[in-house]
T-cell receptor, first 116, second 117 residues
Framework: DTEVTQTPKHLVMGMTNKKSLKCEQH?????MYWYKQKAKKPPELMFVYSYEKLSINESVPSRFSPECPNSSLLNLHLHALQPEDSALYLC???????????????FGPGTRLTVT | AQTVTQSQPEMSVQEAETVTLSCTYD???????LFWYKQPPSRQMILVIR??????QNATENRFSVNFQKAAKSFSLKISDSQLGDAAMYFCAYRRARGGSNYKLTFGKGTLLTVNP
């Protein structure tokens, strides 16, 4: 199973709402990532988890809150978002952070988020 | 800082023909990894091919092959016998092999490939 799944596929939320994005992988990978992607742009790294601990936060605003409940699951909690946060949110996983395996990232299909 | 440049924002190819997508990068490192990712309209990023910088042999995956020129810092992707399903945005990506920030993929801006029937 070389699949990363993400739910929901689409999400529309108001600026006062609280919502969560979910990502799951069952490949035994120990590194998981959140990316934000605007239309026709490359993905931008947001967070990196390694062995269920937050390793990297790329100066992301606190209205985005990641969580890694276990080695297979990664959540992104959203609160008080702005319209400019509307984007495709991609989750990825890799065997670990290091070596070639760290760059060999499997991506999920993404969640298309619209903030109204 | 490492940078990745894809100089062709858009390319088109006839079905069954061959197309080459360009990628150049800038780094002071000697050991690193290079990747080509494909993102079709379905949005999922799919790894097409990868290359370790210490390997001189060019990577090949079925109809996809690369021309890796380390001295020139060039990493082009050749797609042979193009198929309609190859239509997608293609991203070239770089990653350091070791040292700080080696977790990070640096992406180019992408090349949008259209395949004409």
């Amino acid at each position: 199973d070389t699949e990363v799944t993400q739910t929901p596929k689409h999400l529309v939320m108001g600026m006062t709402n609280k919502k969560s994005l979910k990502c799951e992988q069952h490949m035994g990978h120990r590194a998981m990532y959140w990316y934000k992607q605007k239309a026709k742009k490359p993905p931008e790294l947001m967070f990196v988890y390694s062995y269920e601990k937050l390793s990297i936060n790329e100066s992301v605003p606190s209205r985005f809150s990641p969580e890694c409940p276990n080695s297979s699951l990664l959540n992104l909690h959203l609160h008080a978002l702005q319209p400019e946060d509307s984007a495709l949110y991609l989750c990825a996983s890799s065997q670990d952070l290091f070596g070639l395996a760290g760059g060999f990232q499997y991506f999920g299909p993404g969640t298309r988020l619209t903030v109204t | 800082a490492q940078t990745v440049t894809q100089s062709q924002p858009e390319m088109s190819v006839q079905e069954a023909e061959t197309v080459t997508l360009s990628c150049t990068y800038d780094t002071s490192e000697s050991d690193y990894y290079l990747f080509w990712y494909k993102q079709p309209p379905s949005r999922q990023m799919i790894l097409v091919i990868r290359q370790e910088a210490y390997k001189q042999q060019n990577a090949t995956e079925n109809r996809f092959s690369v021309n890796f020129q380390k001295a020139a810092k060039s990493f082009s992707l050749k797609i042979s016998d193009s198929q309609l399903g190859d239509a997608a945005m293609y991203f070239c990506a770089y990653r350091r092999a070791r040292g700080g920030s080696n977790y990070k993929l640096t992406f180019g801006k992408g090349t949008l490939l259209t395949v004409n029937p």
